[in-house]
């Protein structure tokens, strides 16, 4: 059993910086693949981005490419959304997730953290 703490959103202006942070609880946090995702009110839930257990692979859906970084600490348990040069359409929702190695799926979500970008 995996439980997820997210941190860190608040109102930010446009083009100013946000770091989320998920803090896991449980054992073998490398064995996960973590992810953020977001939803924005009348949208569907998207994947931003994800990481490896050893964080050799990352993704990260297009229109963040470049403005936002996952990062993890398996030491610290913690998984981070780095978020730059932020926009309006960036106001969602953020949660982070996690899944086994060994399986397709997120099985494990956080609450949620709101992030409002005011243009």
């Known amino acids: 059993q995996v439980q997820l703490v997210e941190s860190g959103g608040r109102l930010v202006q446009a083009g100013g910086s946000l770091r989320l942070s998920c803090a896991a609880s449980g054992r073998r946090f490398s064995s996960y693949f973590m992810g953020w995702f977001r939803q924005a009110p009348g949208k569907e839930r998207e994947r931003v981005a994800s990481?490896?257990?050893?964080?050799?692979?990352?993704y990260y859906v297009d229109s963040v490419k470049g403005r936002f970084t996952i990062s993890r600490d398996n030491a610290k348990n913690t998984v981070y959304l780095q978020m730059n040069s932020l926009k309006s359409e960036d106001t969602a929702v953020y949660y982070c997730?996690?899944?086994?190695?060994?399986?397709?799926?997120?099985?494990?979500w956080g609450q949620g953290t709101q992030v409002t970008v005011s243009s």
């Open positions: 990481i490896s257990g050893s964080g050799s692979i990352t």
């Open positions: 997730a996690a899944r086994h190695q060994e399986r397709y799926e997120y099985d494990y």
